[in-house]
T-cell receptor, first 115, second 116 residues
């Protein structure tokens, strides 16, 4: 089982460049989310989606865009990268069934450096 | 809204010693509680969770956590740690009513370093 797959695992950008972090899950989860992890800050929610066509902002959405055209995919776009966006990014998903307990399944992360 | 406080950012301990990683939460409603573990250069994986019932929950690798509603705590313990337990541990909370669509709130993490 692939679970949650993130690409790329590593990326170096120059300030002002754009890029997309890809996330795909094969568990038919309706809920998907993006977190960033910074030293001493824990995980902070960027954007999330509760189903195809529905997205919403989390705690730190500025500088990031998302879309959800299919259940499987939830890409994160950086339109004009800034050094403050240097971080490790995690995609996570969970089921939205009535018995759901909130347990998240994480990808392995994408390490982004903005010079 | 919920919040999570992990009281120690780093915990160094010798191999085979006991360890406790502390987690306190704040919420005006009932919650589910989780501990996630992140090994170096990996994603997060679920260690254990409290949903309901017995306040003491256990993982398959010897960790346990106790839900204390009066003290709003969910501390993680292990009686004897191994080198392989070296990792960062995250406590997380979600309201019971938000399970399907709500967002997990994470603490800032505790780095457990086990020394030989």
């Amino acid at each position: 089982n692939a679970g949650v797959t993130q690409t790329p695992k590593f990326q170096v950008l120059k300030t002002g460049q754009s890029m997309t972090l890809q996330c795909a899950q094969d568990m038919n989860h309706e809920y998907m989310s993006w977190y960033r992890q910074d030293p001493g800050m824990g995980l902070r929610l960027i954007h999330y989606s509760v189903g195809a066509g529905i997205t919403d902002q989390g705690e730190v959405p500025n500088g990031y865009n998302v879309s959800r055209s299919t259940t499987e995919d939830f890409p994160l776009r950086l339109l004009s990268a800034a050094p403050s966006q240097t971080s490790v990014y995690f995609c996570a998903s969970k089921t939205s069934g009535s018995s759901n307990t909130g347990e998240l399944f994480f990808g392995e992360g994408s390490r982004l450096t903005v010079l | 809204a919920q919040s999570v406080t992990q009281l120690d950012s780093q915990v160094p301990v010798f191999e085979e010693a006991p360890v406790e990683l502390r987690c306190n939460y704040s919420s005006s409603v009932s919650v589910y509680l989780f501990w996630y573990v992140q090994y170096p250069n990996q994603g997060l994986q679920l260690l254990l969770k409290y949903l309901s019932g017995s306040t003491l929950v256990e993982s398959i690798n010897g960790f346990e956590a106790e839900f204390n509603k009066s003290q709003t705590s969910f501390h993680l313990r292990k009686p004897s740690v191994h080198i392989s337990d070296t990792a960062e541990y995250f406590c997380a909370v979600i309201s019971t009513g938000g399970g399907s669509q709500g967002n997990l709130i994470f603490g800032k993490g505790t780095k457990l370093s086990v020394k030989p």
